[in-house]
């Protein structure tokens, strides 16, 4: 499969994209998470972006760019992959079409995810995220907790609050969704690309997106 996963923080792009590269072998392409690890590892890309991570904010059109160019050509993409978190501003969305255009690959569609902004908030602040950059599986203490010493269930390292899980990043970058992300759902409809998914249950979700791939 070859889509982009559209929602706000929260909405269950991640938890939906990692049940989705179970299912046939695309790869999931989070943005979020290869900053992260950038950050983690202190690479110029780490640092160059860990500021605006921090606060909530969105990392710079061209760096993000430079990021996907190189992780677009990569050749397990062949199989299919899963984009969430990315494009997230029109610039990014336009400066994907060209680079898609240039590699020959079409999209199948573009998957939104509806979810109440209560329920975002609520997840926002019980979810809790495997510290291994490897791994990087996500839990949340209410509806998939992890193990009872707070350890991974999948590799054993810890889970942690993320940096950018504070009351005041979590409210800028929901604005910032809304001010710079949110245009995408009009671009995509406009493309004829758009889905609209209510993501109250991510397996529901999940079937749901299979159905509309055909398989
Ligand atoms: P990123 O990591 O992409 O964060 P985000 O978009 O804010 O999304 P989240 O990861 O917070 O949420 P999610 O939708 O994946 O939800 P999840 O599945 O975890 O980006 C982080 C930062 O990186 C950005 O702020 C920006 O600075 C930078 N960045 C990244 N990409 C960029 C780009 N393209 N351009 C510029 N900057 C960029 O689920 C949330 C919680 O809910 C979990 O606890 C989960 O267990 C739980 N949950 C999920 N689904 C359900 C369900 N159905 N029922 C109950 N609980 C559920």
New binding site residues.
Partial sequence: MKII?L????????????LLTEFDGSVQI???????GAVKAGTRLGGQ?KK??D???????E??MEL?RERLAQNDCRRGFIL??????IP?ATALKGLLRDLQISLDFVVS?E?PRE??LD??T????CSNPECQE???????PPQPDGKCKKCGSPTIQ?D??TEA?IQY?LE??EKK?SPLIAYYRQEGLLREFS?????E?VAAIKKQLGK
């Fill in positions: 996963l929602g706000a923080p929260g909405a269950g792009k991640g938890t939906v994209a990692k989070s943005t979020g998470d290869i900053l992260r972006a605006y991570m606060a909530g904010d969105l990392v710079p059109d760096l993000i996907m969430d978190g990315f494009p997230r501003t990014q995810l979810v329920v975002i997840r926002l019980t979810r809790r995220t996500i839990y949340n203490i209410k509806s998939n993320r950018d899980e990043a970058r910032t969704y992300t993501s109250v249950s991510s397996v979700t």
